[in-house]
């Protein structure tokens, strides 16, 4: 995953490209797909069942108000307007940032997770249980990467560069 990140940092940073939105496979797709893996392995009702549900529906949630504040590189903000444009429009399909982005932004959602645990004011148990979960998650995640991942970023016109670099 360390590498994938990598990749995307120098396509969207150096190479001023952009992963297509909006994204053939969204994070809510994403964490649907993993709930569906995952439930069968946990006993309904039982608390690591409702533990597994609660960190998802939490990652949808940090996700959705986290995308726009930190998990952007200023190159991608005209294109977070023009998707938040499509929120506000009639669309069904494509209501907020989880129904828009994909693995890309997911992953680097993961990556910021410790330091914003760390903000909360989570007792130290209820911290190594999400810890055990997400980790729980972020394998499932790694050997699904070839199935989320774009394999190619788009490169968008002339106006779209000029506008991001005099932002």
């Known amino acids: 995953m360390k590498a994938l990140l990598v990749d995307d940092w120098e396509n969207v940073t150096k190479n001023q490209q952009l992963v297509p939105l909006p994204h053939a496979h969204p994070v809510n797709e994403i964490l649907d797909n993993y709930l569906a893996y995952e439930r069968p392995h946990r006993e309904e009702g039982s608390s690591a069942y409702d533990i597994l549900d609660e960190t998802v529906s939490g990652l949808r949630e940090y996700f959705d108000r986290c995308l726009g504040r930190i998990l952007l590189y200023r190159f991608e903000r005209g294109q977070y307007h023009e998707m938040h444009q499509l929120w ?67 490169q968008p016109g002339n106006d779209y560069v000029d506008a991001a670099k005099s932002t």
């Not at 009639?90 to 645990?117: F, K, M, Q, W």
């Not at 810890?131 to 790694?142: A, I, Q």
């Not at 990467?145 to 970023?153: A, L, P």
Request: negative net charge; charged residues 25%.
């Open 88 to 154: 506000n429009s009639s669309d069904p399909n494509h209501t907020c940032a989880s129904d828009t982005y994909g693995a890309e932004h997911l992953t680097r959602l993961l990556v910021s997770l410790p330091e914003l645990i760390a903000q909360t004011n989570m007792d130290q148990q209820s911290v190594n249980r999400l810890r055990d979960e997400l980790e729980t998650f972020t394998k499932w995640f790694s050997r699904q990467h070839s199935r989320y991942f774009v394999n190619e970023y788009e």
